[in-house]
């Protein structure tokens, strides 16, 4: 079986998340920087635009606190 396809019980170490994020959008020609927390902020986002509540965002993101939800929220960018 291919290494790539075979799921773990181990996380995958943020950096290398990150440079997974890097060649993935290097290979889509984005040229805005962007990491492993732009795409929180957009599914974050676009619940929220979806009628989505900050306390069930917050929970979905595993955060304690609305707070931190709302440092994701672009809704007024």
């Known amino acids: 079986m291919n290494q790539l396809a075979t799921l773990t019980n181990s996380p995958l170490p943020s950096n290398k998340a990150y440079a997974m994020v890097q060649r993935r959008a290097e290979a889509a020609g984005i040229k805005?920087?962007?990491?492993?927390?732009?795409?929180?902020?957009?599914?974050?986002?676009?619940?929220?635009?979806?009628?989505?509540?900050?306390?069930?965002?917050?929970?979905?993101?595993?955060?304690a606190s609305t707070r931190t939800i709302q440092l994701y929220d672009r809704r007024t960018d």
Do not use: S
Not at 40 to 62: D, E, F, M, P, V
């Open 32 to 63: 805005t920087k962007i990491g492993n927390h732009t795409f929180r902020a957009t599914g974050i986002t676009t619940y929220l635009r979806n009628g989505g509540t900050l306390k069930r965002a917050a929970a979905i993101a595993n955060h």
